[in-house]
């Protein structure tokens, strides 16, 4: 990919996932609980929901970047239920990749194996918060395979924000407004992230807790080490 325009592409992403953490009009809370809350608002890149989860992880934000971070060294597939593989198609720069993750079936087995192909960015700001942002984008290495369902990430992503006065804690703020692709109702697809979104923080903190993140010399590391 050409990384000129991999970068601009990416940077205009970016600056969406910033102006949706920015932006709290509109949110209307669909589930809540153990910490956790998820939010939805009707999208404006396709006809569905763009979803906010919020809540707080006992670690660090290195240490929980290293779990959520969609690059490579990531260790996602690792503890989310919802990621079956996951691989670095073409990296680009240290903070920019092509990017396949594939999903097992679910909701009963209503939702099919899925794949998303994606441009992901990573930045840091300021007050030390790591993001990643990523979107849907279409790549020679990554044709539609058989047995998966081909879905769309609109612009979406992770902050990793320290908690002021508590370096061990972090709070993680995600987006996500995927097209599922296929003819589901949407019914099933309403039901469905709401849950999935919770589960993703009730796996990440169990993942945190029980195998620790940090390696050697991980404090000095790039943002996607």
Not at 12 to 17: R, S, T
Not at 34 to 52: A, D, I, K, M, Q
Not at 146 to 153: E, I, K, S, T
């Amino acid at each position: 990919m050409d990384p000129a325009l991999a970068a601009q592409t990416s940077g205009a992403v970016a600056e969406k996932v910033l102006r949706y953490r920015r932006d709290a009009s509109g949110w209307k809370t669909c589930r809540e609980g153990n910490g956790v809350t998820v939010s939805w608002r009707p999208s404006t890149e396709f006809p569905g929901n763009l979803y906010r989860g919020e809540g707080v992880v006992d670690a660090a934000p290195r240490d929980v970047w290293t779990y959520v971070k969609p690059f490579p060294g990531s260790l996602r597939e690792t503890w989310d239920e919802n990621v079956s593989s996951f691989e670095v198609i073409e990296s680009i720069t240290d903070t920019l990749c092509v990017t396949r993750t594939a999903t097992p079936s679910a909701a009963m087995k209503l939702i099919s194996p899925r794949d998303f192909v994606d441009l992901a960015l990573a930045t840091v700001q300021e007050d030390g918060t790591l993001i990643s942002s990523a979107a849907n984008l279409e790549h020679p290495l990554c044709p539609p395979r058989p047995g998966y369902v081909r879905g769309r990430n609109h612009p979406c992503g992770c902050f990793c924000e320290p908690v002021p006065g508590e370096p061990g804690r972090t709070r993680l703020v995600a987006f996500f407004q995927t097209d599922l692709g296929g003819l589901l109702p949407q019914s099933v697809v309403d039901s469905f992230f709401p849950r999935s979104m919770a589960g993703f923080y009730a796996n990440l903190r169990s993942a945190v807790r029980l195998v620790p993140a940090r390696a050697e010399g991980a404090e000095a590391a790039g943002p996607i080490q």
